[in-house]
């Protein structure tokens, strides 16, 4: 999913919705963000190798 709104040029804002009735918020909330920051990219991109 991040690779794809890179490609296309998007920097806007990621949402996190969280509609778990048993985990409260904080919760949620804490293990959205921890998994969005381990999927996130944060490098400038590389040459595509494999588009050529």
Known sequence: ???AL???GYSG???IEHEDGIMSTQEGFHKAVKFL?????IETA???YWAK
């Open 37 to 41: 920051k381990e999927v996130m990219i």
């Open 6 to 8: 890179r490609t296309v």
């Open 46 to 48: 590389g040459e595509m």
């Open 13 to 15: 804002a990621i949402s």
């Open 1 to 3: 999913m991040f690779s």
